[in-house]
């Protein structure tokens, strides 16, 4: 069997301030970014028919390959003394899942001397791998073990093993997701500092595996 990935990545960033504004400098980095993916897989024919079972394919090959760009950038304004905010955004463009866009906006207010206040809204984007949406089946022989059994007295018979299959799905769709955070930092004097943090993350189309 012959197995082959390969990724190339080109990016360039900059950096820098803006302008000033009464609290601050306005500092700013945006960059791009050029990326292609390859993946190329070419079982044996005794693994296709199934007598090498642990690499057994259902395909008798497989080769695919995709192009990303991408441009991304991230402000950081001081809007008073006491509230920093930070925006940034990223446009990536897929050659087989389309463009995808998202955005982040972070605050930080600093109340008091002891008291830090923090919040974020971003959003996600995830194109599926070239192999989890391909037609690629996967056969193995997964390994357990009896945890009642596998100890001092009984090391015998306490392992065993079941044939495994696994498989890609190629209808799957790009995983898009929303999460905010909200947050707290309070050192009241050097030696104690405590914090708290709640969050929530929504996502949709989930990329996971599925087990019947």
């Known amino acids: 069997s012959n197995f082959k990935s390969e990724m190339t990545l080109w990016d360039a960033k900059v950096t820098g301030e803006l ?13 791009v970014e050029a990326r292609r993916e390859a993946l190329e897989i070419n079982p044996s024919a005794l693994a ?5 079972y642990h690499t057994a394919q259902a395909d008798p090959a497989f080769a695919r390959s995709r192009n990303i760009a991408s441009l991304y950038t991230e402000v950081s304004a001081p809007i008073l003394k006491s509230l920093e905010a930070q925006f940034a955004a990223r446009f990536d463009k897929y050659s087989d899942y389309g463009n995808s866009t998202t955005p982040k906006l972070s605050l930080k207010w600093t109340a008091s001397p002891a ?12 194109a599926p791998t070239l192999i989890e949406n391909s037609s690629q089946i996967k056969k193995a022989f997964l390994s357990f073990k009896d945890p009642e059994r596998c100890n001092a007295k009984f090391l015998v018979g306490c392992q065993g093993s079941s044939a495994y299959e696994s498989g890609a799905n190629p209808f799957l769709k790009p995983e898009t997701a929303k999460s905010f955070t909200l947050g707290a930092v309070f050192e009241p004097t050097t030696w104690l500092n405590g914090s708290i943090d709640a969050w929530e993350i929504k996502r949709k189309d989930e990329i996971s595996t599925y087990s019947l």
């Open 48 to 52: 296709i028919a199934g007598a090498l």
């Open 19 to 31: 302008f000033n504004l009464p609290a601050g400098a306005v500092s700013a980095a945006a960059g």
């Open 115 to 126: 008291l830090l206040v923090r919040g974020t809204y971003s959003t996600g984007f995830r």
